[in-house]
């Protein structure tokens, strides 16, 4: 983000944007604007590099850098600073300075109703003793991620995922074309979605991501207080069990077992706080369990699955390569996985009626599992299967079938039909209909 900084405020040009040179406009876009029109200010959270502050300033008439030189000590001093410019002023990384939060809720009580005049951005979560309030209902909050394939150009987003849900298109697919090359998609899963990394190769977007985790480990877990050993550890940790509800005890063991050559004793308390932390920096997504209805007790009984915010992270927390990983199809299929995931929730974040859990898996006690269930605040639903290439479709196919019979055949249950069943794939060049009515949809054909 090459900006030049004459003074603490950046300000744009009279009635102009601070839009940045080359900005490539986000699905979140849409949810900014419209949080602007109903809240104070609006916080834009998510994992570092992802595109936070320019998607900011996208919004934004004026911008204070938090984290520059001198100024958190200034603004620590007086956090009034920080709020002072064109409106909407956008406080970039303000979770530097915590103080800022309560300064801007209590600026936000002051203006007398007026909407959109500050726009927050953070790449961490303060301690809960560091803010004394949750701005509920003054400051709105949006999560944001890498790059899905349609924002880097890399699907078509010839299907829409809001469009599968729509009573009008419900039943009907237009088929519709796919690159069906391995090579692209290894590529992209490597790279992610990083957009400072869009141009480069895999191998070159890896060290950003290398670089990403580096600054993990030796600033920001110790900055909380954390060991960076242990840190480092419970994400290979996460990277060896991706997308599984692993237990903490499980990953006690793994950073505790004999294969490491300096044994570190944890308890799970203290397992439990190091993921709490991760995930207050935004490196992972727990997916929660789901089960109809909407008060099921399964849906907190269930153990989350851990997801890396970008399939790159695990590809880099794991050491691997596009290389590898081609010898590697079990692994591959997991990356590709979590590059779904990492897809779905960017999609499904923006889908009209989204809930504030949009994307859950199901699991039950016959064995019975899929991988990702989309559901709507009334009460609509779908469930996607992914698959890394055509050869194990049918099975997907299979157990969407079998999801759909189990909830919906007993009329007593009363659990409504889902809106559509996908199986999601990688390698694959057509999206189509089955004579089951379940849609394949090659990932580089879908977006919002």
């Not at 829409?160 to 391995?182: D, H, M, N, R, V």
């Not at 060991?227 to 950073?255: F, G, P, Y």
């Not at 990702?372 to 609509?380: H, K, L, N, P, V």
């Amino acid at each position: 983000m090459n900006t030049t900084r004459t003074t603490m405020h950046e300000r744009a040009s009279k009635n102009k944007e601070i839009v940045p040179d080359g900005y490539l406009p986000r699905i979140v876009d849409a949810q900014i604007n419209k949080y602007l029109s109903l809240f104070g200010a609006v916080e834009i959270a998510g994992t570092k590099w992802c595109g936070k502050t320019w998607a900011a300033r996208a919004h934004g008439a004026s911008i204070t850098y938090v984290d520059r030189g001198n100024n958190p000590q200034v603004i620590a001093s007086d956090s009034q600073i920080a709020l002072q410019g064109d409106r909407p002023h956008v406080i970039d990384e303000w979770q530097r300075v915590p103080s800022v939060w309560d300064t801007v809720r209590h600026a936000v009580d002051d203006a007398g109703g007026k909407k959109g005049l500050w726009i927050l951005t953070g790449s961490s979560t303060p301690h809960k003793d560091e803010v004394f309030h949750s701005g509920a209902g003054r400051i709105g909050r949006i999560r944001m991620y890498p790059m899905s394939l349609s924002e880097s150009g890399e699907s078509s987003a010839k299907i829409s995922l809001a469009s599968l849900f729509e009573e009008k298109t419900k039943g009907k697919l237009e088929p519709c074309q796919a690159s069906p090359s391995l090579t692209d998609l290894l590529e992209v899963a490597c790279r992610g979605g990083w957009p400072e990394a869009l141009n480069l190769s895999s191998s070159e977007a890896q060290i950003i991501v290398h670089s990403y985790l580096q600054s993990i480990f030796e600033q920001s877990i110790p900055a909380r207080g954390k060991s960076s050993d242990i840190a480092e550890r419970i994400v290979s940790s996460i990277a060896r069990n991706l997308c599984q509800s692993t237990t903490i005890k499980t990953i006690n063991a793994d950073i505790s077992g004999k294969e490491n050559s300096q044994k570190i004793a944890a308890t799970e308390k203290t397992i439990a706080s190091y993921l709490n932390e991760l995930a207050a920096l935004f490196l992972y997504d727990g997916i929660k369990g789901w089960a109809p209805p909407a008060r099921s007790p399964k849906r907190v009984q269930l153990k989350e699955k851990r997801y890396f915010a970008d399939p790159s992270i695990a590809v880099a927390a794991l050491g691997l390569s596009p290389e590898s990983l081609l010898n590697d199809w079990q692994t591959f299929g997991l990356v590709f996985e979590n590059l779904c995931i990492r897809d779905l929730l960017v999609y499904a974040r923006a889908l009209p009626k989204a809930s504030g859990t949009p994307v859950r898996y199901y699991r039950d006690d016959s064995g019975l599992e899929v991988d990702a269930i989309i559901e709507r605040t009334d009460g609509s639903w779908a469930a996607i299967e992914i698959k890394l290439s055509e050869e194990k479709v049918q099975e997907g196919i299979d157990s969407l079938l079998r999801l759909k019979s189990k909830l919906t055949s007993n009329p007593l249950a009363k659990v409504r039909e889902p809106s559509f069943l996908a199986v999601l794939v990688g390698v694959s060049e057509y999206a189509r209909q089955t004579k089951e009515g379940v849609y394949v949809i090659p990932i580089r054909t879908l977006g919002a």
